[in-house]
Nanobody, 114 residues
Framework: QVQLVESGGGLVQAGGSLRLSCAAS????????MGWYRQAPGKQRELVAD???????TYADSVKGRFTISRDSAKNTVYLQMNSLKPEDTAVYYC????????WGQGTQVTVSS
């Protein structure tokens, strides 16, 4: 059974930092492209960052220079380091493994207060 479990969300003041983790079981993350997505209330889910199996990364314009996606193959975990957080980053953050089949985590809430 494949599971992706996000953690690391919480409440932080604007300008602060959080690191989200996405730990996988049942699949080897290094074989997948991995994405972090977010969904704010009343808005569509959007891609925040992704990393290919080869290690190439892309970021949404709104988070470039502030967020960093990375992968630890030994821990079978993907991270999203979020710095200089803004109130508009408030959302539920999801990780996804993208391959022949897509797998999603349950999400973790990030709330940034002004």
């Amino acid at each position: 059974q494949v599971q992706l479990v996000e953690s690391g969300g919480g409440l932080v003041q604007a300008g602060g930092s959080l690191r989200l983790s996405c730990a996988a079981s049942g699949i080897i993350l290094s074989f997948y492209a991995m994405g972090w997505y977010r969904q704010a209330p009343g808005k569509q889910r959007e891609l925040v960052a992704d990393i290919t199996s080869g290690g190439s990364t892309t970021y949404a314009d709104s988070v470039k220079g502030r967020f960093t996606i990375s992968r630890d193959s030994a821990k079978n975990t993907v991270y999203l380091q979020m710095n200089s957080l803004k109130p508009e980053d408030t959302a539920v953050y999801y990780c996804a493994a993208e391959g022949p089949m897509d797998y999603w985590g349950q999400g973790t809430q990030v709330t940034v207060s002004s």
